[in-house]
């Protein structure tokens, strides 16, 4: 493994076993890396430092938490948590949410969430800036098999949101409204998206307000 370390190339899945990706996952090298595993392939992915990038994961974590404190929602917000299933399959979301009485069993402490014990999150967000294809496609995969019940991905270069509810054993299909967050819809966060382009986060935040309180 340790040739495959020093050319181990990022951004495309890589055949390896749950070993290699352990330890790959685990070194030093990568520890600014977002690291995948499932079917018996891992991906070391570049973290994105763009502006759109990080200021789409800002508006969308805000969107979500200012929805859910206005409706009385209940709600464990996770940024960048690494969730593994023993040698199996491992991801690490954007952002991920436990909401309503399942906020409760959000994973605690500073160890990867071991998901032989913890149970996956309602919510899962990828922002994809270059990684677009994989995260509509490989990766909602992997979060089909992880059963979250919803799966979101912001495409920054368009400011929009491919949203997918996840069915049991059946795959998922495409949703135009929030299913865990009832009364949310995704064309109106890809419009937040849209005007935190022009806008500052302030004026983003009150227009959300507003069109929150009037839903």
Known sequence: ?????????????????????IEMADHPAY???KCYYRNGQMRIETMSVGPDH??????ISFAVNLFCTIKGISLKGLTNCSYRKTGVRECQPDVSYYIGDRAQLAPQGTAI???????????V????D???????????????????????????????IIAF????DNGSRRLVQSE????????????????????????????????????
């Open 31 to 33: 520890n600014k890396a």
């Open 54 to 59: 990080a200021s789409d994961n800002t508006v």
């Open 1 to 21: 493994m340790s040739e495959l370390k020093t050319k181990l190339p990022t951004d495309i899945w890589v055949v390896a076993s749950w070993e290699e990706f």
């Open 165 to 168: 509810a996840i069915i049991a």
């Open 180 to 215: 865990v967050l009832p009364g949310l819809t995704i064309a109106l966060l890809a419009e937040a998206l849209r005007l935190s382009r022009t806008q500052d986060q302030a004026q983003v935040g009150a227009w959300l307000l507003t069109q929150f309180q009037q839903h």
């Open 113 to 123: 969430a071991n998901l032989d014990f913890t149970p996956p999150p309602d919510l």
């Open 125 to 128: 967000i990828e922002v994809a």
């Open 130 to 160: 270059s990684t677009l294809a994989d995260d509509i496609g490989e990766k909602r995969l992997l979060y089909e098999e992880l059963k979250v019940a919803e799966y979101w991905v912001l495409d920054v270069q368009k400011s929009e």
